[in-house]
């Protein structure tokens, strides 16, 4: 049971942060697909072969600091993820 899991199960509220700008952002991670598959078939954050090709397919960004913004939001994703695999996990929007 994970983080996610444990809190609704007993009802606790979720909270999550209102974004002011760049929600466009998390839609283009979430599009690309926030992870891939490394060689032994884990989760891995996306290269940036596939940031630029699905940068270059789709037109959802063009700016390199945005394809950078997009690496760093799969990496954070992957590193939340495995931070939020237990019920005791600090969630991110608690985090210092």
Known sequence: MNWLEWHRERGKPIETVELEAGDYLV???LSAGPTTRDAMGGEAPLPWSEVWAFASATRAVSEPWEMQALVAMSRAYIEGKAGGATPFA?????QN
């Not at 600090?90 to 608690?94: K, N, T």
């Open 27 to 29: 839609e283009a991670l």
């Open 90 to 94: 600090i969630a991110p929007i608690h």
